[in-house]
């Protein structure tokens, strides 16, 4: 089978690897109907996290089950299946309390950028259709695994509500599925902070009211502008950097939430700062097992077209090119077809 | 009159100090029933907020009204009233979020360790009783003015519910009456983490279940002990230290809740851990206006004993004696007689 190997900075490989197989007796393994590129595989694509050895890329992913472990009693060989990119059990207390992405038994999916990938955890991980979905839902149902699942929690951790005013810091795709997620949880005001005309297009069509080309310090005086100095009910964090995390924070009003979902890289907060600020902070990777039920639901009654933040789609094969697509910023999200 | 100035570590003062004067139509006179030591006072008598000038101390307040300001409407001479030690007009759009403690015109009380004060912005922050109370509430309800109200509003920025599993950080006064405020919020299980005999005595009286005597990692370890390796649903820092706020944070489940209303002093949170770590954050000085009427009538009606926090009580001309002995720890809270 040839699949998708990062060795370096700039150095993805589309490259033989051996077939995955049941390693546990709670593995599945499926065929993929898709994968995509994720925003975080640009960090160590962009030497920005260490790679110490060569890595198996690819942690979205849904597809068709081919086989599965002797105990796994919850999907079945032919079903389609979409899970998190967080492995979890489902069954520990963490997860019972919707924070399956710190499951006691957390794994992190990896070698999804491939024809076939194996899922450990697939009782707790997996969540199968009822039927085949129609095709032209899939780039919908592979989002829900990852982008989509992580823009909803991000608004679900900023406490987003009927009626509240949001903003979202970051336009790469999760910022776009947050203003997508914001607009589903009523939110009545969603300003999307972008530069990108494209981007800018996107979110508005997900349901942005207003749209802040500003960074930073003028970006948070646009927000105080726009809400007559209180600033935004919830801040949806898309980035992960010092400035896009102050950024956040700033734009949030005194005892508003911010739902940080940007993987911090260089990120501090300075404790009397937070205090004397008063607002609230939670974010994480995205439980995105808790959501799944929902959001499968949703696209698959047409409600939502997440699948739209794929404006680039290549066969598996030109994986590299879907790299370098995504790290000059000529593709929001790239779609990879077995 | 003669009232307390601090003029650099260690030196306290009762000296003569201009009689408190309506300055601004908004302001009230206070006459005090009683005042008391704040733990936050200690920051600067231990040298550690710099003074640049001789500073009149004393925020926590109850008493007579003698006198209002023309613009006054809510509070009239004779009454007795209780007000926050922040001071707010509660009706700015951040006071209306329950936030007053960062009201626009936020200001913070001072010169309250003395017979008479100034209230500013009266009708926002003072909250009248219908009748003057029996003299046995006085401590009461002068606690609910910043220790009660500040307890109060770590639980509730906690996330405190009924059932909880909570942990409390820290065993000063503010952390005893966040215990009472976990149990009065309907926590089924409340461990004070605290190494004093008499404070670990006071706490079970406020409602605390398991006292905790370890800190640091081994605090988290004894904490995660007793709750089955989870964490706590809730955990209340009330010391403002590095190592106190990790320890609450540590404490913590993922998914948990840490409401935090130490006073930061040199505290640094690292982006990544805290996302990994996935824990709800929310401090800051306490919003104790929004809480006073709910918290009067719990006194008024004696189904709370917050004033039991006051373990030494002095004529307000020894209030020099009271700060050696909260800075020496030989007492949990003063509270001062004019």
């Not at 979905?133 to 929690?153: E, R």
């Not at 207003?210 to 502008?225: F, K, L, N, P, S």
Request: glycine share 12%; with cysteine.
């Amino acid at each position: 089978m040839l699949g998708t190997v990062l060795y370096g900075p700039g150095d993805v490989r589309f490259e033989e690897r051996p077939t995955p197989t049941i390693l546990k007796p709670t593995d599945a393994i499926i065929r993929l109907s898709a994968s995509c590129i994720c925003g975080s595989d640009l960090w160590p694509y962009r030497g920005l996290n260490e790679i110490t050895e060569p890595m198996a890329m690819g942690h979205e992913y849904c597809g068709i089950v081919e086989e599965v472990g002797s105990e796994v009693t919850s999907v079945r060989p032919g079903q389609f299946v979409i899970g998190s990119f967080c492995l979890s059990d489902n069954t520990c207390p963490h997860c019972r309390f919707g924070f399956q992405s710190s499951c006691r038994q957390r794994e992190f999916m990896s070698g999804a950028q491939a024809p076939r990938a194996r899922v450990p955890l697939a009782d707790g991980t997996l969540v199968a259709t009822s039927d085949l979905p129609a095709d032209d839902l899939i780039p919908s149902l592979l989002a829900v695994s990852d982008v989509l699942g992580t823009g909803w929690y991000a608004a679900d951790a900023a406490d987003v509500k009927p009626g509240s005013t949001v903003a979202v810091v970051g336009d790469g795709a999760v910022g776009l599925m947050g203003v997508l997620a914001a607009k589903q949880m009523g939110a009545a005001r969603i300003i999307a902070m972008s530069r990108h005309k494209t981007r800018q297009a996107l979110a508005l069509e997900y349901g942005a009211t207003d749209i802040v080309t500003e960074r930073g310090d003028e970006g948070v005086a646009r927000i105080q502008e726009l809400t007559q100095g209180v600033g935004a009910d919830s801040v949806l964090e898309c980035v992960g950097t010092q400035e896009s995390m102050l950024q956040a924070i700033n734009s949030a009003r005194p005892g508003g939430s911010i739902g940080y979902v940007g993987v911090p890289h260089g990120v501090a907060l300075e404790g009397e700062r937070l205090f004397f600020g008063q607002r609230r902070l939670l974010g994480g990777p995205a439980p995105v097992r808790r959501f799944l039920p929902e959001l499968i639901d949703l696209v698959l009654a047409r409600k939502i077209n997440p699948g739209k933040v794929f404006d680039l789609e290549l066969p598996l094969a030109e994986v590299a090119e879907g790299y370098r697509a995504m790290d000059e910023r000529r593709a929001i999200k790239v779609l990879l077809r077995p």
